[in-house]
């Protein structure tokens, strides 16, 4: 039988899924435990209250002053909805069921959750990740992604918005791991639709990671925070807003608290969804209306 190579992964997941294909039991045993722990850690939250003594991987790619408030404001609360934490579970439940369909169609799974580490000179840990997986020699970071994220590693433009830090955290785990081939890949699903797809990046267009480790790990020991992630933008109402960026932070009240001379950040409720107001100008959407004090009314 010839030897599967990680460029055949998506069809041949895919002749499973359209063909069928017994699951043997000793594949089963190998990753009954890890479904169970991913949905267990997952709704339990374990991480949640986790002392901090350390970067995570996934921080290497999120921007400095972010970084140092997980550090630091440490009493900020998630604002999370219940139905994205559904949509996190439903991704630690998607990671090693993919596993297990890679090894239905023939390919090599090897180093499942493997802890990787960056130290500092004194041999301290000051970054620590778990990859996924090696897949064919190939090590993989699997996500599952909305509609529009999914687009991106589809056709390759992840890099040019990478919001939330996703390739210094692959980069981590192929330039700190072993084996270090030249190239590692995101191996992604529509959890929507359920089209899946990869998409390969060669070693030499990862950020250094070491060096990114070795600048935060000094950053998140300052008393004070860096500049802020990203300038306010302004609406189509004369008023200025976070940035898609700020929006999406649990620590956007805090860091914008000096915002609308020191009111902090108000908040219009719109068909839309929310928009995070940091400088209310003359104009206001419609239906939006502010008192005499200048505060928007109950309800905007």
Known sequence: MTKKTFNTLIQDIEKVLLEGRPVPPSLWEKYEPILRESIISSISQDRQGEERKHLWASELGLPDRKVWANHNWTDVEDDIRYNARAMFLFGHIWEPLYLMLAELAGHTVEQMQERIEIKDDDGNVICSGRRDAVIDGVPVDVKTAAARSFAKFKDGTLAINDLFGYIPQLGFYLQNGEPSPDEA????????????????????????????????????????????????VPTTYECKKLDVGCAYCKFKFRCWADSNDGQGVRTIIQSSGPQYIVEIGKRLPAGIELDEHGELLAGS
Not at 213 to 223: D, G, R
């Open 185 to 232: 890949a995101f191996v992604v699903a529509d959890r929507a639709m359920g089209h899946m797809t990869t998409l390969t990046i060669v070693k030499e267009d990862f950020p250094d990671t070491k060096e990114r480790a070795k600048h935060l790990w000094n950053v998140i020991q300052q008393p004070e925070p860096p500049e802020k992630c990203y300038d306010s």
